[in-house]
């Protein structure tokens, strides 16, 4: 059955400044998509992504969403940020920053529905002991895995996971392959890596970002080898 297109950047310019980060920039992400951007530093990933999140607007170009081939305004996303991007003075506890992902609305009430869900989340990125922290007290691995809990505790349709690896302990890494291997069966994915590892080979495409210009490769599924390297 063929996918539904749920995200369209067409023609898309990008600069900052005088410096020219992306030129001629599409691509077609479709629902269900597993998609890996890899490339060198300064390359343009994580524009791309600021880009598909609506955070930047093009120079030049579009970036369109689209629910069951009709076009609409927004989408529900999940997104981790890379770790240097938050504020970690800020006077914030695990257990709130986690419950942020889901107050779509400053007027919306906390259910017990909700509480539940933050539960079950505080769980699956395993911070049960730091819940009450503030995230100033938190490891560089610990923070990452609140920010992973806030991005997919209200099941985002399209989940943007920005360098996930970063400060993340080998002994969660594992457990963070399952939850993202979980997520893939129901929803739309989008990492950003600097290099192609056991998390980006799970993904269905592979996309190399570099001097402003995107090539797409053939993805081996099982793992790390691509048709552009």
Not at 16 to 26: A, I, P, S, T
Not at 54 to 63: C, D, E, Q
Not at 123 to 152: F, M, N, P
Request: charge should be neutral; proline fraction near 3%.
């Amino acid at each position: 059955m063929e996918k539904s297109c749920i995200i369209s950047i067409n023609d898309v310019w990008h600069t900052f400044g005088e410096k020219m980060v992306l030129q001629d920039v599409n691509l077609t992400v479709n629902e269900g998509d597993f998609v890996a951007i890899t490339g060198p530093n300064g390359g343009g990933k994580t524009t791309i992504l600021r880009l598909i999140l609506h955070l930047l607007k093009p120079t030049k170009g579009s970036v369109l969403y689209f629910e069951s081939d009709k076009q609409v305004e927004r989408l529900k996303f999940g997104y981790l940020p890379q770790k240097n991007a938050i504020d970690s003075q800020f006077p914030i506890t695990v257990e709130e920053v986690i419950a942020s992902g889901l107050m779509t609305s400053p007027f919306r009430r906390t259910t017990a529905e909700d509480r539940q869900l933050v539960d079950d989340t505080i769980k699956l990125v395993r911070l049960d002991e730091v819940r009450s922290h503030a995230i100033g007290k938190l490891s560089g691995g610990q923070l990452q895995r609140a920010l992973l809990g806030r991005a997919i505790i209200s099941k985002p349709s399209v989940l943007v996971l920005d360098e996930p690896l970063s400060y993340i302990d080998k002994q969660f890494e594992a457990h963070l392959y399952q939850i993202v291997e979980t997520l893939a069966a129901t929803t739309t994915i989008i990492l950003v890596s600097h290099e192609m590892s056991v998390i980006s080979g799970m993904a269905n495409r592979h996309i190399i970002v570099a001097r402003g210009k995107i090539h797409e490769c053939v993805a081996h599924h099982h793992f790390v080898k691509s048709e552009c390297e």
